[in-house]
């Protein structure tokens, strides 16, 4: 009986693999900065004018958090409070399966704003392993700006955002975590030639406007 479906099947497969090899490889800008630099702000104006797809790392980890029956909810929860990067195995995966399930939708969806990630050496270490030669990474879109900034725009946030992170406690842990582990990252891709830095302390539409000229130079 299940031999009966086997042909089936593997016509499925070839199909998906053919039309998988007809795909574009994804080419994807890394979007970082410190945690209320503007990244989610910035990435919906960019997927407003251009073909970009945009996936946050932490929206992702928040939906993967409060699906029902996930075994990672509880541990997702205690590194989000605690602003500590969540292992990696369980990022890039979401990651994937999210670039995966946007192209099948539309093959010409291979522009993706990967936002906040990498964050440190784990995550570049997880997507070196598993996503380096299906993607290609064009450069790194940084928002700069001081950590009185960010503690405020996220304090802002806090009072409408619901969100277990957006207090004075949990900040001071996220700066942290920026300083040590994200921003080193970032030197890393900046002695490559790979980053573009905007100045994120000024208004939206200032910050956009420079995004803009960066992408209609880089595509
Ligand atoms: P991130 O994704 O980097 O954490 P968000 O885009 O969520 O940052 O922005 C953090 C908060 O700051 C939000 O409440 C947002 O509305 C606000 N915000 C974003 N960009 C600016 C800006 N250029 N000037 C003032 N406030 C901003
Ligand atoms: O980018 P965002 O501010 O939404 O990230 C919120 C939190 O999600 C981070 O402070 C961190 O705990 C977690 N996160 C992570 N790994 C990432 C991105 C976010 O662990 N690459
Ligand atoms: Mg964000």
Known sequence: MISHFFPVLSQRVSHVLYRVALMMKPQVV???????????????????????????????LRAER???????????????????????????????????AT???????????????????????G????????ANVKFVLFFDCSNEVCINRCLERGKSS????????SLEKRIRTYLESTRPIIDQYEKQGKVRTVDASRSVDEV????????????
């Open 162 to 169: 619901g969100r277990t992170d957006d207090n004075r406690e």
């Open 30 to 60: 890394f979007v970082l900065g410190g945690p209320g630099a503007g990244k989610g702000t910035q990435c919906s104006k960019i997927v407003e004018n251009y073909r970009y797809t945009h996936l946050s790392a932490g929206d992702l």
């Open 103 to 125: 192209m099948q939708k539309n093959e010409k969806n291979f522009l993706f704003l990967i936002d906040g990630f990498p964050r440190n050496e784990d995550n570049l270490q």
């Open 208 to 219: 956009f406007a420079d995004v803009k000229a960066i992408l209609d130079k880089e595509g």
């Open 66 to 100: 409060g699906r029902e029956g996930s075994e990672y909810g509880q541990l997702i929860d205690s590194y989000i409070k605690e602003g500590r990067i969540v292992p990696v195995e369980i990022t890039i995966n979401l990651l994937r399966k999210a670039m995966e």
């Open 127 to 134: 997507w070196t392993t598993v996503m380096d030669e299906k």
